[in-house]
């Protein structure tokens, strides 16, 4: 069983590793370690994650979205094709699952416990980001329970910049703090 770190990016997204030289970046099955946070519907209504995606969003726009971590925790949803509609989380979860199986890939070993990182900036407002549930949706789907760290730990605030003397966690600064959550099966 192997224990995996998620930044679950708006752009893209990472997994990672720590081996006992550190932590190791995954490279999923196209061998790139940066998997684009982009989903959408092949013409068979299959869904696709990641560069296969990203292929598709100029090609055929009404089956493909980019860019829609940033609505989890509203009511928005986004319908891809005819009669398909999803909530960010669902989205959200689509890449996380498909990050799961690539380290699964790679590691040979079952995945049952991952640190998520979500960035904090987000268009929900952050006193609705502090009320949401710590059990994310896009985690619970993907059949992991999931627990905030205490709010100061250093898990659950790291800046987005290399000066890692200061964490803030204000409005007025919201990119510089990570929100983590530790997930498990």
Partial sequence: MALIGIDLGTTNSAVAVWTDAGP???????????????????DDNAVLVGQPARNRLVTHPERTVASFKRWMGT???????????????????FVLKSLKADAESNLSAEVREAVISVAAFS????????????????????GWSTSRPPPHSPTACKPARKDYSSCSTSAAAPS??????VSRV
């Fill in 24 to 42: 190791r970046l995954i490279a999923h099955a196209i061998g790139e370690n940066l998997t684009p946070s982009v989903v959408g519907l092949d």
């Fill in 75 to 93: 009511t928005r949803e986004t319908r891809l094709g005819r009669g398909h509609v999803f909530r960010p989380e669902e989205l959200s979860a």
């Fill in 123 to 142: 268009t929900t407002s952050s006193a609705r980001r502090r009320s949401m549930p710590p059990d994310l949706p896009a985690s619970r789907s993907n």
């Fill in 176 to 181: 510089m703090c990570r929100f983590s959550t």
